[in-house]
């Protein structure tokens, strides 16, 4: 089983400003690891995500995240955030060594808050 | 266009009717959801269905009867809705082991 913790559930900062939106996971086997966005009253889109290679990834809208293995980790950042940033952002795991329909465990999110 | 859609988008409903809410993709993925956001936003899948077949069941009572006619729709059917089953299913699709999953905009289902 895998369980997903995103510490903050709610983070204030102003515009322009760097942000780090904390996630960490914990499972007895391999994982995808995924950033999913919420914008107020739609779907989930994808933000980016970590498959192999690399630990950094990066969105096209300036976000990126690193993978840490030995602290199970993947936190997510933003050098400086825009009003349109604010939304509510999970962390999300699904099994990479098994096939199938596995589907994808969240955390409970974190609500970021833009202030002008 | 859309790629996951689910109707209806908002649907609200007395205790003890029954409902069903409808999702198709049109991206050829052979792999569907569903699943529910709780008023906290927490996220939890319920079902998971491969080439139309059931795959994984999370403890989901059942009340709750996910049905596949094809590979490209996967529709939820509630009887007996209660008034904990207030919450926004969001429908998913998925093609291969190593992609992300597509949403649907997700209904917002109130039970009064």
């Known amino acids: 089983a895998q369980s997903v913790t995103q510490l903050d559930s709610q983070v204030p900062v102003f515009e322009e400003a760097p942000v780090e939106l904390r996630c960490n996971y914990s499972?007895?086997?391999?994982?995808?690891l995924f950033w999913y966005v919420q914008y107020p009253n739609q779907g989930l889109q994808l933000l980016l995500k970590?498959?192999?290679?690399?630990?950094l990834v990066e969105s096209i809208n300036g976000f990126e995240a690193e993978f840490n293995k030995s602290q199970t980790s993947f936190h997510l950042r933003k050098p400086s955030v825009h009003i349109s940033d604010t939304a509510e952002y999970f962390c999300a795991v699904r099994p990479s060594l098994r096939g199938g329909a596995d589907g994808l465990t969240f955390g409970k999110g974190t609500h970021l808050i833009i202030q002008p | 266009d859309t790629a996951v859609s689910q109707t209806p988008k908002y649907l609200v409903t007395q205790m003890g009717n029954d409902k069903s809410i409808k999702c198709e993709q049109n991206l050829g993925h052979d792999t569907m959801y569903w699943y529910k956001q709780d008023s906290k936003k927490f996220l939890k899948i319920m079902f998971s269905y491969n080439n139309k077949e059931l795959i994984i069941n999370e403890t989901v009572p059942n009340r709750f009867s996910p049905k596949s006619p094809d590979k490209a729709h996967l529709n939820l059917h509630i009887n007996s809705l209660e008034l904990g089953d207030s919450a926004v299913y969001f429908c998913?699709?998925?093609?291969?082991?190593?992609?992300?999953?597509?949403f649907g905009q997700g209904t917002r289902l109130t039970v009064v």
């Open positions: 998913a699709s998925r093609q291969g082991a190593g992609t992300e999953a597509f």
């Open positions: 970590y498959l192999s290679g690399s630990t």
């Open positions: 499972s007895s086997v391999s994982v995808y």
